[in-house]
């Protein structure tokens, strides 16, 4: 399967400051891309969809001016938590669609 | 919106017995897939399911797509220690100029040897 790369795997940030999760395709072109949350012990929760190039479609109850996302390639795309607070602490999960949804390694963000 | 439902939430087996699990959903899906994460880590795909009625294998796994396209199981046969996991189903809803994937609950498998 293709190869997503996402960095850091772990972060811990005290409150207030903010903190970017870098995306990337190493194998592959994707002008879709999705960034996912999971709280401990639940499922996925859909985030945002971004396309290359256009501004991010945000689910329901997400806050885009509070989780910036940027797609800024075909093979990268960054989320931006800004003003983190404690409650932002989450598992964070990209996955770039080719044909199927091809998922990096998530990064676990702790906001102390 | 569109929600999956998942079960069972969790399945405690003994090593070498079989795995059922199951999602369905209000509303027609375009796709089905099944994911298997460890902690810490992503979702792994294991099977993917394109055509209502398709059943596909891979290695001890098999998973079918409903015919009325709204459910999908996965079932692993002789199930060995590495199976223990969070199972998901994930699906591709109909949505008229877009396209995105939501989630199952997640059946937690604990393997007792």
């Known amino acids: 399967g293709a190869v997503v790369s996402q960095h850091p795997s772990w972060v811990i940030c005290k409150s207030g400051t903010s903190v970017k999760i870098e995306c990337r395709s190493l194998?592959?072109?994707?002008?879709?891309m999705f960034w996912y949350r999971q709280f401990p012990k639940q499922s996925l929760m859909l985030m945002a969809t971004?396309?290359?190039?256009?501004?991010?479609?945000?689910e329901q109850g997400v806050e885009k001016d509070k989780f910036l996302i940027n797609h800024a390639s075909l093979t990268l795309s960054t989320l931006t938590v800004t003003s983190a607070h404690p409650e932002d602490s989450s598992f964070y999960i990209c996955?770039?669609?080719?044909?199927?949804?091809?998922f990096g390694e998530g990064s676990w963000l702790t906001v102390v | 919106g569109q929600q999956l439902n998942q079960s069972p939430q969790s399945m405690f087996i003994q090593e070498g017995e079989d795995v059922s699990m199951n999602c369905t959903s209000s509303?027609?899906?375009?796709?089905w897939l099944w994911y298997k994460q460890d902690p810490g880590e992503g979702p792994v795909l294991l099977i993917a399911?394109?055509?209502?009625?398709e059943l596909t294998s891979n290695g001890r796994l098999t998973a079918q797509f409903g015919i009325t396209r709204k459910d999908s199981f996965l079932n692993i046969s002789a199930s060995i220690p590495s199976d223990v996991g969070i199972y998901f189903c994930?699906?591709?809803?109909?949505?008229?100029?877009?396209?995105?994937?939501?989630f199952g609950q997640g059946t937690r498998l604990t393997i007792n040897p």
């Open positions: 996955g770039f669609l080719g044909n199927t949804i091809y």
């Open positions: 399911l394109y055509k209502a009625g």
């Open positions: 994930a699906g591709t809803p109909i949505i008229q100029g877009a396209q995105k994937l939501v």
């Open positions: 509303s027609i899906f375009n796709t």
């Open positions: 194998d592959f072109q994707a002008t879709t």
């Open positions: 971004s396309n290359e190039g256009s501004k991010a479609t945000y």
